[in-house]
């Protein structure tokens, strides 16, 4: 059973970046044809999937996003991490990472095998 948990800090002041990782246990994030994703729920909205980075390393951003957002890895500690620049209070929201199969359609977070349990992070000053 893959199991992932987000960690970083909850509180980041506006225009800084945003940095979070995500270990997994239970399954390798080289794993082929699998996908590793941040999603994020600001409050009284819906899941909002912000990108992806697959078992080759390659990236895919949701293009309201591409601008601040990277992804990258860790495969010797089996973590992936998200960065999000010059944040603002409209960043303010429970970021989730996540895993599926690379059939599934990355941009719908309603496809997602595995999630973690989620952290807040707010964005003020």
Same mark, same amino acid.
């Not at 980075?53 to 601008?67: Q, V």
């Not at 500690?77 to 409209?90: A, G, I, R, W």
């Given at each position: 059973?893959?199991?992932?948990?987000?960690?970083?800090?909850?509180?980041?002041?506006?225009?800084?970046?945003?940095?979070?990782?995500?270990?997994?246990?239970?399954?390798?994030?080289?794993?082929?044809?699998?996908?590793?994703?941040?999603?994020?729920?600001?409050?009284?909205?819906? +899941?909002?999937?912000?990108? @992806?980075?697959?078992? !080759?390393?390659?990236? =895919? %951003?949701?293009? /309201?996003?591409?601008?601040?957002?990277?992804?990258?890895?860790?495969?010797?500690?089996?973590?992936?991490? +998200?960065?999000?620049?010059? @944040?603002?209070?409209? !960043?303010?929201?429970? =970021? %989730?990472?996540? /895993?599926?199969?690379?059939?599934?359609?990355?941009?719908?977070?309603?496809?997602?095998?595995?999630?973690?349990?989620?952290?807040?992070?707010?964005?003020?000053?």
């Amino acid at each position: 059973q893959v199991q992932l948990q987000e960690s970083g800090p909850g509180l980041v002041k506006p225009s800084q970046t945003l940095s979070l990782t995500c270990t997994v246990s239970g399954g390798s994030i080289t794993t082929s044809y699998y996908a590793w994703s941040w999603i994020r729920q600001p409050p009284g909205k819906g +899941l909002e999937w912000m990108g @992806v980075i697959a078992y !080759d390393g390659s990236t =895919y %951003y949701s293009p /309201s996003l591409k601008s601040r957002t990277s992804i990258s890895r860790d495969t010797s500690k089996n973590q992936f991490s +998200l960065q999000l620049s010059s @944040v603002t209070p409209e !960043d303010t929201a429970v =970021y %989730y990472c996540a /895993s599926g199969g690379f059939h599934i359609d990355f941009t719908r977070p309603d496809e997602y095998d595995y999630w973690g349990q989620g952290t807040q992070v707010t964005v003020s000053s």
